[in-house]
């Protein structure tokens, strides 16, 4: 369970959220909606403890920031050094390391899980590749092979599919659900209103304050996307 309370953050002149409390009941797959600039990484970076704020975030009454081994976290695309030149299996391997010494040999257990991993993601075919040869949506399926090396309980992940192939999202898609089915908690950042029925069994609707938090049956309403999307909601049809 996880546990936000009056949850704020200030960049020097914007206060970015404004007292955010709510509960988070696991296992979940659970959509954070809300227009550009609205907080949404920004709510992500403080749940983890990455950004000055005030306020508390707990998981199972622990603060968070304290218990990053049980967390994993992809941030937003454009913050990740694509060139960096390592292979699609060493990074993966990298989620291995919240357990191991950098210096400790890895067993074959070990070993097994990244093969598995990228298996799960489909990538076996492209373990010895670069990853700055890769796809934006292959590379994305690389960071959630690390996330399911790392067998985090929480998995944070921030706007995963944008300007990826279709392909791709529903690889990542399905094993997010497969993984919610083992008892996970996910949190995504997502702009494609149009599949939020589809991917979410909740959402959190956010525009600097909490509009609204729920299953997403009950909360995915035109009335609460209004409230935080305004004028700057259009979507093609299929929102109750
Ligand atoms: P979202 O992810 O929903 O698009 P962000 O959380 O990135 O929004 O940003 C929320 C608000 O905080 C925006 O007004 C943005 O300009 C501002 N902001 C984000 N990061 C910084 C920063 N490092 N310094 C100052 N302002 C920031
Ligand atoms: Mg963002």
């Known amino acids: 369970m996880i546990q936000i309370e009056h949850l704020s953050v200030a960049y020097q002149q914007t206060l970015a959220l404004e007292d955010l409390s709510l509960t988070i009941q696991g296992p979940t797959i659970l959509g954070i909606l809300g227009p550009n600039g609205a907080g949404k990484s920004t709510l992500i970076k403080a749940m983890l403890g990455l950004l000055p704020h005030s306020g508390k975030v707990l998981l199972d009454q622990q603060d968070l920031g304290q218990v990053l081994q049980r967390v994993a976290y992809v941030e937003q695309k454009s913050a990740i050094d694509f060139h960096f030149p390592i292979t699609v299996r060493e990074c993966v391997s990298l989620g291995l390391y919240p357990h191991l010494s950098i210096f400790k040999r890895k067993s074959k257990e070990d070993l097994q899980k990244v093969e598995n991993a990228m298996k799960l993601v489909n990538l076996l075919d492209l373990a010895d590749r670069q990853i700055g040869q890769l796809s ?105």
């Open 136 to 240: 934006g949506g292959q590379f994305q399926r690389v960071l959630i092979a690390r996330c399911l090396v790392q067998e985090a309980e929480v998995i944070f992940l921030d706007e995963p599919f944008a300007g990826i192939d279709s392909v791709s999202e529903d690889i990542i898609m399905q094993t997010l659900k497969t993984l919610k089915k083992e008892g996970k908690t996910i949190l995504i950042v997502h702009h494609d209103l149009s599949k939020v029925p589809a991917y979410f069994d909740q959402v959190l609707l956010l525009h600097r304050k909490l509009i609204a938090f729920g299953k997403t049956e009950e909360t995915f309403t035109k009335e609460n996307l209004h409230a935080a999307y305004g004028h700057e909601l259009f979507i093609g049809g299929g929102v109750g």
